[in-house]
T-cell receptor
């Protein structure tokens, strides 16, 4: 058990809908990372937050947004969903700064029908 | 531009053989980090190692060892005396710190260890 929790574990929704994925980092970790893993695109980095502030941005679509709250949990919002958004979404946390030793959550499997 | 190449898509070895997973990276940043992750069949991602660009010392952790060579832009991963539990997909990744701290992943190498 990495100490990182993600909810929900599975999510099935329809095209055009909006969903929110939630991540709680390990106790004491200040950084949260979001990744998308799909058969088409492989493993892709979406975004990183550090203590509530956006730290790095990867291949995150404009339809997607994220935030990190004062209690350090993070949410990834996906809107106007398309079939191609079906993927496994991982969250990871690390202590922060230049400490990139990440601990991963179990992932949320999103299926868009 | 940053890029990570894992040319080996799939590798099969017999238990107890040694196996090396190759990783070649491209970056113009002088400050960067390299990583290896493991994704077993159960699907979770496991961080294995990070190495920064200023530390070319090789590292050994049990049966795992990593060889970082800046001269060839490679960060190879060797498993000694492989075991069935090593069967997984292994990803190599790069963060280029000078240009925004983005992660760049290779396409992964699927390792199967045959008993």
């Amino acid at each position: 058990d990495s100490g990182v929790t993600q909810t929900p574990k599975h999510l099935i929704t329809a095209t055009g809908q909006r969903v929110t994925l939630r991540c709680s980092p390990r106790s004491g970790d200040l950084s949260v990372y979001w990744y998308q893993q799909s058969l088409d695109q492989g493993l892709q980095f979406l975004i990183q937050y550090y203590n509530g502030e956006e730290r790095a941005k990867g291949n995150i679509l404009e339809r997607f947004s994220a935030q990190q709250f004062p209690d350090l949990h993070s949410e990834l919002n996906l809107s106007s969903l398309e079939l191609g958004d079906s993927a496994l979404y991982f969250c990871a946390s690390s202590a922060g700064g230049r400490d990139f030793e990440q601990f991963f959550g179990p992932g949320t499997r999103l299926t868009v029908l | 531009a940053q890029k990570v190449t894992q040319a080996q898509t799939e590798i099969s070895v017999v238990e107890k053989e040694d196996v090396t997973l190759d990783c070649v990276y491209e970056t113009r940043d002088t400050t960067y980090y390299l990583f290896w992750y493991k994704q077993p069949p159960s699907g979770e991602l496991v961080f294995l190692i990070r190495r920064n660009s200023f530390d070319e010392q090789n590292e050994i952790s049990g049966r795992y060892s990593w060889n970082f060579q800046k001269s060839t832009s490679s960060f190879n991963f060797t498993i000694t005396a492989s075991q069935v539990v090593d069967s997984a997909v292994y990803f190599c990744a790069l963060i280029a710190v000078d240009t925004g701290n983005q992660f760049y992943f290779g396409t992964g190498t699927s390792l199967t260890v045959i008993p």
